[in-house]
C-alpha cells in the first residue's frame, strides 16, 4: 500500500504569497495531522482533521488553514507568507481518532520564502 | 501547555548500548511516542507506551513512568545506520494532537 503522499516536495515563493500544500493519507486512514518543522527542531503541530472536521489547532496565526475532503486528503493553506514560514510542512495520517493509533508520517513538502 | 526534554546530542558506539532519556510536563496524558528521523527523510514510528513499564520491539525498547514524567528509549547492538535524531512525542488531551520534543541527535562512531 502506499504511504502518506504529500505534494509538491518542494516549493519556492515570496514573502505575501500564498500557498498550498497537499496531502494524500494512507488508504483506510481517517484522521490528518499538518506539522511545521524548522531545521534542528521537532515538528510543531499545526491541525489535525477527522472524518472532515477540525479536532485540533496549534500555536499558529489565523493565515493558516486547512481542510479535509470527503476522500480524507487534505490541503494546508498559508496566506502572506513570511520569512518565517520557512520550513518542512509534515503530514501524518492515522488509522482513527483513538489514542493508541500511530501516526504516519508523509516525506513533506520543503517550503522555501525568498 | 506541554514541556518536552530530551538531550539535543549524543554519541554512541557501534555494537554498544544507548538509552536516550526524555521528560515531560503535561496535563491529560495520552501516550508516548518515539520516532526516528534521519537527516531530509520524514519521521518513522518506532514505539508507543501508554502504560507504566518496558514495551520491546527487537533491538529498541522504550519505557514510561507516567507517575515521573519520564521515559526512556534504548537502542542495542547499535549500527551505523542507526545515526538519525529521535523524538519523543507526547499526545494529550481528547484529540490527537501531539507535542513534539526537539530532537536528540544521535551519532554511531565505529
Known amino acids: 500500500d502506499a504511504g502518506v503522499t504529500q505534494s509538491p516536495t518542494h516549493l519556492i515563493k515570496t514573502r505575501g504569497q500564498q500557498v498550498t500544500l497537499r496531502c494524500s493519507p494512507i488508504s483506510g486512514h481517517k484522521s490528518v495531522s499538518w506539522y511545521q518543522q524548522v531545521l534542528g527542531q521537532g515538528p510543531q503541530f499545526i491541525f489535525q482533521y477527522y472524518e472532515k472536521e477540525e479536532r485540533g489547532r496549534g500555536n499558529f496565526p489565523d493565515r493558516f488553514s486547512a481542510r479535509q475532503f470527503p476522500n480524507y486528503s487534505s490541503e494546508l493553506n498559508v496566506n502572506a507568507l513570511l520569512l518565517g514560514d520557512s520550513a518542512l510542512y509534515l503530514c501524518a495520517s492515522s488509522r482513527e481518532d483513538t489514542h493508541n493509533q500511530p501516526q504516519h508520517f508523509g516525506d513533506g513538502t520543503r517550503l522555501s520564502i525568498l | ?110
Not at chain 2, 515531560?24 to 537527516?39: I, K, P, R, V
Open chain 2, 1 to 110: 501547555g506541554q514541556n518536552i526534554d530530551q538531550p539535543t546530542e549524543m554519541t554512541a558506539t557501534e555494537g554498544a548500548i544507548v538509552q536516550i532519556n526524555c521528560t515531560y510536563q503535561t496535563s491529560g496524558f495520552n501516550g508516548l511516542f518515539w520516532y526516528q528521523q534521519h537527516a531530509g527523510e520524514a519521521p518513522t514510528f518506532l514505539s508507543y507506551n501508554v502504560l507504566d513499564g518496558l514495551e520491546e520491539k527487537g533491538r529498541f525498547s522504550s519505557f514510561l513512568s507516567r507517575s515521573k514524567g519520564y521515559s526512556y528509549l534504548l537502542l542495542k547492538e547499535l549500527q551505523m545506520k542507526d545515526s538519525a535524531s529521535y523524538l519523543c512525542a507526547v499526545r494529550a488531551g481528547g484529540y490527537q494532537k501531539v507535542t513534539f520534543g526537539i530532537g536528540t541527535k544521535l551519532q554511531v562512531i565505529p
